[in-house]
């Protein structure tokens, strides 16, 4: 048990911390959605055990990328926040950021978002997806990111205003360099290794034709975790592929307003709108055709 008379120290994340940062962050981000979303949405549940270890197996494979990028604050030996960041190419993205809740408001967060951002200091480019908590905008804007509001789609597609999908295959390990591609020309930078952990953990549907090219990664349940493409044209065509893979309530979120082409393709497959969060950005606009993973941008 920590005293308050415990100094605060920061030091680089380890695997073995991973664990405890899980619980912390699903503690943290369950505290947000409880305090943020609509009361019109179901009361929010902690996250589940099979999304913590995906989400372990993706905070160890930024630790092995960017072992520089991920930091812990600690007082005595209880863990109090961490933030875990990396670098790819021209760009700084921000996976998790989290304070435990009853240690926020004590400057532990702005210490680790230094850290983190120092990580990033020869970068060009920054890109973080929040939360509705309005303390992590407001440190975002402190730091410099604009803030970009985001909007998401949920509900169950109605099958019969699915169109005929065409030009669409499953993708495989192959189709990195043409991902890599796709990433530069919308997100300004590839994703590069993080497309080995998606691969693994998700489904990858590509559209590779003489006028557009693109790639989306869709959960188990169908539920959109990243696309990317050239064009509107190719981007519609893959995100109908992806909802038409829905088999009960799925969602699409992260969507910001220069994405209206998605708006349009959720609204025709009757899902619900909503907005919540931000899309925060430092030296970029935010990218089009495209729907951002809310840890690995
Ligand atoms: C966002 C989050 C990580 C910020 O961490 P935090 O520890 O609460 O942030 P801080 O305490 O460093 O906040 C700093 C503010 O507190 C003030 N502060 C209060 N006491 C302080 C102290 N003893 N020392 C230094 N600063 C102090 C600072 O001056 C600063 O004010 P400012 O906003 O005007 O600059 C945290 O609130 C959190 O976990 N939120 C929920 C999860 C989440 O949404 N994360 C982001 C997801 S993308």
Redesign the pocket.
Known sequence: MAHHADALILRPMTPGDVPAAERLSAQ??L??ERRHLPRSLPEPAARPADRGQAWARRTLHLLRTDPGGCWVAEEGDTLV?FATSFVRETTWFLAT???LPG????????QLLAAAMHHGRGCLHGM????A?P??A??YR?AGFTLHPQMHLSGTVDRAAIPVIEKVRDGSAGDSDLMDSVDRGTRGAAHGPDHELLLAELRLLVSDTSTGSGYVYVEPGGSVALLAATNRRTATRLLWAALAESTGPTRLGHVSAANAWAIDVGLAARLELGQGGYLALRGMNPPAPYVHHGALL
Do not use: K, N
């Open positions: 943290a981000f505290e947000v926040g950021y989290a304070v240690h926020q408001g004590r400057g532990t967060g702005v973080i997806s929040a939360m908590d303390q992590a407001r440190r402190l």
